[in-house]
């Protein structure tokens, strides 16, 4: 299992600010699918591996970081890097997915309900296997399987 970073006492507003000051409004389309790829390899009958998802903010490893599907996605990784920096006590998972959370506010969205307490990881022993991100050139049949887990 992960190293659990955050405190009980974390606050949201400070790491939010963080964020606010390294990722612009017209960076939040980029943001929103940080997240979404970093969460939407989880697979509910996966247990037993547990891998997949957004715990453990494996996309920094192989094979997750080469699947084509996250082509571009280190650019994002990489401008929250700082916040990573100035934020220590919180994992790159939180800040990743409290990135694509208030993006969506950002961009008039609805404000995301978000808590800490996501994981790192320290190496790519649970990065899932690439292809379990939707890939519509596969047709619906794919698309409802990986909507499904």
Known sequence: MGTLFCKPSTDEKAVTAAIHEVIPVEACPLA???????????????????????????????????????????IMRDMLAPVKEQQPEVSLADIWILTGANAIERSGGSKVPFKFGRTDVDDGATCPANGRLPDASLGADHLRDVFYR
């Open 32 to 74: 929103v699918r940080l997240a979404w790829h970093a969460s939407g390899t989880f697979d509910k009958n996966d247990s037993s591996e547990k891998s997949g998802g957004s715990d453990g903010a494996t996309m920094r490893f192989e094979p997750e970081s080469t699947d084509g599907a996250n082509a571009g996605l280190g």
